[in-house]
Nanobody, 118 residues
Framework: QVQLVESGGGLVQAGGSLRLSCAAS????????MGWYRQAPGKQRELVAQ??????NYADSVKGRFTILRDNVKNAVYLQMNSLKPEDTAVYYC?????????????WGQGTQVTVSS
């Protein structure tokens, strides 16, 4: 099992910045990839950014504004969000694809609210 703990959401004005953090903990696992999804009211959950050994991947809507970073020592991932827009308002979920000795599993954080006011 892997537990993900998120922090850093909040209320910010349009044009402002926020930094989300997510730390993974557990036993006997390694991480294939980590990332962030978001879900706005009435919409499907969508990928925001992902980081793995192969590099990074961003949703078109956040390219140039958001940056995903990973700390392999701490098993943590961060999402630096700049130039925030009201349409970025959503619950942001951290996820991790963890590898164990015999299988891999996906894990999700509890979600953190990001609200951008106009």
């Amino acid at each position: 099992q892997v537990q993900l703990v998120e922090s850093g959401g909040g209320l910010v004005q349009a044009g402002g910045s926020l930094r989300l953090s997510c730390a993974a903990s557990g036993n006997h696992f390694s991480i294939n990839s980590m990332g962030w999804y978001r879900q706005a009211p009435g919409k499907q959950r969508e990928l925001v950014a992902q980081i793995s050994g192969g590099g990074t991947n961003y949703a078109d809507s956040v390219k140039g504004r958001f940056t995903i970073l990973r700390d392999n020592v701490k098993n943590a991932v961060y999402l630096q969000m700049n130039s925030l827009k009201p349409e970025d308002t959503a619950v942001y979920y951290c996820y991790c694809n963890a590898r164990f000795s015999t299988n891999t599993n996906d894990y999700w954080g509890q979600g953190t609210q990001v609200t951008v006011s106009s």
